[in-house]
């Protein structure tokens, strides 16, 4: 009798994971507040039987079926995380999504402990979806935008000119020195502040440069179709040698600065 209802009970559980997936399809996207596990819950079991690990990137949703694939996007920096659902909750008000430790330090939320973010389903049963059926519909929607626009964005390597006097060009991905000049760097550095506006990024990474941080560099990338211009101290192949410079950089003015690996 036990072994019968252990039978028909995993069958109900596969069905009602298939429902799921019919009803939540790839693409579908859920906004509003997500918050971070707090320590004690790390090593407890979850409510799909796997331990959390506050180092893992996990989450937990209200309805969303085990093992589904979501991007996570931080509305206030515009950084974005990949998470695996193995969890339920949050049950805290207008919270979507609790995410795990780590998440939450890739999207910056530590400080603020909750923030807004989208959800994004790109996936199920633990994989991402390969992405060739998303550019696909994302090449239909831009050629029909393009033939109504009569501007069109830039895309990455395109030019984007200095606006500081000096003459020289910036392109989207590479990085410069403050004078303009292309720089490749490798390994590790620290990435200070992030400008929408160039002529500010430049102004304060020369002002970084007066307070002795020597090597300072700046990267122009895209976020949402915008350009922001991101400054970098310093570079280096091991990245705990980097973080020994971490404290310095926050107390010459850089509070959220943070080590990020150079593209």
């Given at each position: 009798?036990?072994?019968?209802l252990?039978y028909?009970?995993s069958?109900?559980?596969?069905?009602s994971q298939t429902?799921?997936?019919?009803?939540y399809?790839?693409g579908y996207k859920?906004k509003g507040k997500?918050s971070?596990?707090?320590?004690?819950?790390?090593?407890?079991?979850?409510a799909?039987?796997?331990?959390?690990?506050m180092n893992?990137?996990?989450?937990?949703h209200?309805?969303?079926?085990?093992?589904t694939m979501?991007?996570?996007?931080?509305?206030?920096?515009g950084?974005s995380?990949t998470l695996?659902i193995t969890?339920r909750?949050?049950?805290?008000g207008?919270r979507?999504i609790?995410?795990?430790?780590?998440a939450?330090?890739?999207?910056?939320?530590?400080k603020?402990?909750?923030?807004t973010?989208e959800?994004e389903?790109?996936?199920?049963n633990?994989?991402?979806?390969?992405g060739k059926?998303s550019?696909k519909?994302k090449?239909k929607?831009?050629?029909k935008?393009?033939?109504?626009?009569t501007k069109?964005?830039?895309m990455?390597?395109?030019?984007?000119?200095v606006?500081?006097?000096?003459?020289?060009k910036?392109?989207?991905?590479?990085?410069?020195?403050?004078?303009?000049?292309?720089?490749?760097p490798k390994?590790?550095?620290?990435?200070?502040?992030?400008?929408?506006d160039l002529?500010?990024a430049?102004?304060?990474?020369?002002?970084a440069?007066?307070?002795?941080?020597?090597?300072?560099?700046?990267?122009?990338?895209?976020?949402?179709?915008?350009?922001?211009?991101?400054?970098?101290?310093?570079?280096?192949?091991?990245?705990n040698?980097?973080?020994?410079?971490l404290g310095?950089v926050?107390?010459?003015?850089f509070?959220k600065?943070?080590i990020?690996?150079?593209n």
């Amino acid at each position: 009798m036990k072994v019968k209802l252990l039978y028909l009970f995993s069958i109900l559980l596969c069905l009602s994971q298939t429902g799921f997936s019919q009803k939540y399809k790839i693409g579908y996207k859920q906004k509003g507040k997500a918050s971070y596990y707090a320590g004690k819950f790390h090593g407890r079991k979850t409510a799909s039987g796997e331990k959390y690990n506050m180092n893992a990137m996990t989450a937990a949703h209200k309805k969303l079926p085990f093992n589904t694939m979501v991007k996570v996007t931080n509305k206030a920096n515009g950084k974005s995380v990949t998470l695996r659902i193995t969890d339920r909750g949050p049950y805290k008000g207008g919270r979507i999504i609790d995410v795990s430790k780590e998440a939450a330090k890739r999207l910056d939320m530590i400080k603020s402990g909750v923030s807004t973010v989208e959800l994004e389903i790109i996936g199920f049963n633990g994989k991402a979806e390969s992405g060739k059926k998303s550019k696909k519909k994302k090449n239909k929607k831009s050629k029909k935008k393009n033939k109504k626009a009569t501007k069109v964005n830039k895309m990455p390597g395109q030019t984007i000119p200095v606006a500081t006097g000096n003459g020289s060009k910036f392109q989207l991905n590479k990085t410069y020195t403050t004078a303009g000049k292309l720089y490749n760097p490798k390994g590790f550095g620290i990435q200070m502040a992030s400008y929408a506006d160039l002529d500010q990024a430049v102004k304060m990474a020369k002002g970084a440069q007066k307070k002795g941080l020597s090597k300072v560099f700046i990267q122009p990338g895209l976020v949402k179709n915008k350009t922001y211009y991101r400054i970098f101290y310093g570079e280096s192949p091991n990245q705990n040698n980097i973080k020994k410079e971490l404290g310095k950089v926050k107390r010459s003015g850089f509070p959220k600065a943070f080590i990020k690996a150079y593209n």
